[in-house]
């Protein structure tokens, strides 16, 4: 895919809003832990295969709602190889149903490593005569804090496939402020990073104008969003925060541009954790998570308008 | 172990080296990789086997050498879920030969993600009524720049259990200075970073002295290496860049205080293919890690005496 089908998608729906499967045993509804276990045994494959069930009951539940979905790779590594073999699976899954897939993995590897990396991800990995595609996303997320040497083994995929990357610049934790807001001349770390992203976004640019490099800003400095926004008006916005963290439909409408476009705004918990705000015993957690999702989408709905 | 344990190690066997393992088909001996092929396969099985001989040979040959490994998560994920069931395994059997082991991720997630995380890279992962030690590494590098909340979900390890996070501060490739050099007041980002490890620090010093969260520093700025030692005088530095990327036995050196401890320098191709250096077919390979890694040491001796 890339930004300008992202956009497509999020306008089709109606719906900028990317949900997050970060799946995890004690926020398994108990049926879907319980079963997979009795089928799976109590293992490591018994909890990764769980995960698969968790996740894509709700990509099938989600299809006709959400444009795009968030995997979370320390998730998933968190069960070892079972764990990766699952989210390489759903990866897959999730892209047969017509998702954008990006894959939050926050990575900052420089040189050969990134290439490697880049290519494990986003295109093939070759053994012997045979290639294998393993990941098959759309997009990751990238720490930029190593500069261009850990983002440029990323572009040529971003120029010739489709593919995008989302680097940090303002991220949603309290604590981001330590090292992104430290001043520098007329600028703070998180603008210098936007500056980059522009330099290195060069050829690299949409038919809607975005660059295929997206940056990460959260929805919990809405002020910083709205200047960013301002500013880097090229830059389309992947935005953590929502919900839980205190980011509110209010505050993200500063994402997005006057035609409500360049922005997608994360969720995770709230949506695929939504039964747990209820009586249920999580049997229902398809329905609830679509309940969810078309409540943040109408919420969204009342301060955005996608042309 | 901690950071005490690392230092013993290295004194014990005088020699402040930590090899790199970060396999890739096209570098590995080509009669391991037919050999595992015919065994296994030409699949990422058979490549990750083979990945698992390179490895496991190599630690064998250099275990009465080398104090400590790393092992490049990355290269490993580039092969799936084939190669963390590798990693996995690599990590253990590095242990049981008693080197000090650090899986070199350079992630950098917060809250509820980065203690899962955590967990499962430090500790175990609970599936049911049984727990699961997956990783079991002694160290993580991680990127600091999401700030305190993407770093203190490890310090419990660090303080209880003997774990070590090394932290990001000015990386060894040239563009680290586009981010990491930005002057804030009369600070650089980078010591921003190293002031920031230091008030992490607190109740967290081993009996040497040096803090359980240590700061990579790169071996091509010996002036930049120089001065944190200096100003830093209790991180341990974890110093990449040697060799391929033009840093010396001469610059490394200030790496080190006056006892020749408080750092560790790492190399990985320049040990693992120093075969591909000479005429050889490869069989050879782990006699040539042998004699690459004992000129390391004997180039380094040459500037740094270790107490």
């Not at 079963?35 to 769980?50: P, S």
């Not at 996740?55 to 790779?73: N, R």
């Not at 954790?273 to 078309?294: F, I, N």
Request: neutral net charge.
């Amino acid at each position: 895919m890339s930004i300008d089908v992202l956009q497509e998608r999020i306008r089709k729906l109606k719906n900028p809003v990317m949900v997050g499967l970060d799946p995890y045993l004690p926020i398994l509804p108990p049926h879907i832990v319980s079963e997979a276990f009795e089928e799976h045994g109590q293992t490591l494959h018994g909890a990764a295969e769980a995960y698969y069930r968790f996740c894509t009951e709700l990509l099938d539940a989600l299809a006709e709602i959400v444009p795009a979905v968030k995997l979370q790779s320390a998730c998933f590594e968190a069960l070892g190889a079972e764990g990766i073999a699952q989210m390489q699976r759903i990866s897959k899954y999730a892209k047969q149903r017509g998702y954008y897939v990006l894959i939050d993995s926050m990575r900052g590897d420089v040189g050969g490593v990134a290439e490697i990396y880049a290519q494990a991800m986003f295109g093939s990995v070759s053994v012997g005569e045979k290639d294998y595609r393993l990941y098959d996303c759309d997009a990751l997320t990238l720490n930029p804090y190593l500069g261009s040497d850990g983002v440029k083994p990323f572009l040529p995929y971003c120029k010739h496939d489709g593919k995008n990357i989302f680097l940090l610049l303002k991220t949603s934790n309290k604590s981001s402020r330590e090292v992104q807001d430290l001043l520098s001349g007329d600028r703070v770390v998180y603008t210098a990073m936007a500056d980059l992203a522009m330099r290195w976004s060069v050829d690299l640019f949409g038919k809607n104008g975005y660059s295929e490099i997206g940056a990460v800003v959260g929805a919990t400095f809405p002020q910083t969003m709205k200047l960013l926004r301002e500013k880097y008006d090229r830059l389309f916005f992947l935005v953590p925060g929502y919900g839980a963290q205190g980011g509110t439909a209010k505050n993200v409408q500063f994402a997005f541009d006057r035609f409500g476009h360049g922005a997608i705004i994360t969720a995770s918990r709230s949506i695929i954790c939504a039964w747990q705000m209820t009586e249920s015993d999580g049997r229902d957690y398809t329905q609830r998570a679509v309940d969810a999702a078309l409540k943040m989408k109408n919420d969204i709905a009342k301060y955005v308008v996608i042309l």
